[in-house]
């Protein structure tokens, strides 16, 4: 009798313990599924291996995280991440190239993804375009084909302008940077933008995007863009990344990238999802600008007129990010610049 009493307290102990311990496993599952992400993304996981570039610059000592693929290639694409973005929303595009034999690089600039944010920073086109060059030629790269989405449209503009022996094509997809801001927009101080940037929050980001970016309508897939850059907003260093993106609007405010398409040298490709509806500083035009900002609809016409070097594809039904929303029908135009090679 004893024995079975022993034995039945035995029992309730380990249910206990199996109970604790069940509660104990749900909590960390459940708190491993709220995790936040510092200012360079640690715990956060790229589609390929991330390396550092120590880079000197400013007076500063910081790391530009990039990615590097199929390196025996001599043929050689720079893939540029826009604004609102970082290098891994790249991955299907770079399993692609390298199917094709290209040799993918992919950085994240000084300020976003897994790259330093530093404290203060002087942003420009030409500093992001004079860092980008100096991680090549820290990797013996001399001649490239560069493509830009969105901000990093703009940046490929300055950089085939500032380097153009060294940029064999640009291929733009729905870049920024169309229209001059600064005719149309006010300027406002880094303040203006850093307390945008602290009044953010997941919904906000997401509803944004869908608004502007998808005309209304969402997918799962799309959470993947939103979520690292939402779990920044609850981590430890949120504070220096808003500050960072504050900093940055500068570039687009002030740099105008019309004149340096007028001028190409360099043969550029531009895929437009005219759905797009992207119109920085819309809500702080001039005084009297009637202006309707980010009508991609209508950028053909304007854009041809530039230069003989700049060839557009609009995409129909598409918008800001149409190798998102359509990526067989994106494909068709974009791959026509990049036709298979043999491997080396």
């Keep these: 009798m004893k024995k079975l009493e022993t034995c039945t307290k035995l029992n309730k102990i380990r249910a206990i313990v199996v109970i604790q311990m069940a509660s104990l496993c749900f909590l960390v599952t459940s708190c491993s599924s709220v995790r936040t992400y510092d200012a360079r993304l640690s715990g956060y996981k790229y589609p390929f291996e991330v390396k550092n570039f120590k880079l000197k610059t400013q007076n500063q000592s910081l790391e530009m995280s990039y990615m590097d693929l199929n390196q025996q290639s001599k043929n050689v694409v720079v893939l540029l991440h826009g604004k609102n973005f970082a290098g ?63 901000m990093g449209g703009m940046l490929a503009v300055i950089f085939a302008d500032n380097f153009k022996n060294s940029v064999n094509q640009v291929i733009l997809i729905n870049p920024i940077g169309l229209e001059d801001y600064g005719r149309y927009v006010q300027f406002k101080d880094p303040s203006f933008f850093y307390t945008i940037e602290l009044n953010k929050t997941a919904e906000k980001i997401k509803e944004y995007q869908k608004k502007n970016y998808y005309d209304g309508s969402w997918k799962p897939e799309y959470e993947d863009l939103v979520t690292p850059f939402a779990k920044q907003i609850d981590g430890p260093d949120w504070k220096l990344v808003a500050w960072n993106n504050a900093l940055t609007y500068g570039p687009i405010f002030t740099e105008n990238i019309i004149d340096k398409l007028e001028r190409t040298q360099v043969p550029i490709s531009i895929l437009l ?72």
């Excluded at 994240?108 to 860092?131: E, M, R, T, V």
């Excluded at 992207?278 to 005084?287: D, I, N």
């Excluded at 359509?326 to 491997?343: G, H, T």
């Design 88 to 150: 891994f929303y790249w991955k299907r595009i770079a399993q692609d190239l390298m199917r094709r034999g290209y040799r993918v690089i992919i950085p994240d600039q000084i300020g976003f993804g897994k790259s330093s944010k530093p404290k203060n920073y002087q942003y420009s086109f030409s500093q992001l375009a004079l860092n980008t060059k100096k991680l090549l030629e820290s990797l013996e790269v001399k001649k490239i084909s560069i493509v830009g989405h969105s």
């Design 273 to 344: 999802g005219i759905r797009d509806r992207t119109g920085p500083g819309r809500k702080w035009k001039k005084e009297g600008v009637n202006y309707q900002l980010g009508q991609y609809q209508l950028m053909k016409s304007r854009l041809v007129k530039l230069s003989d070097k700049i060839h557009i594809k609009n995409l129909n039904d598409l918008g800001h990010l149409p190798h998102f929303e359509d990526y067989e029908r994106f494909s068709k135009s974009f791959y026509l610049n990049f036709p298979q090679i043999k491997s080396p």
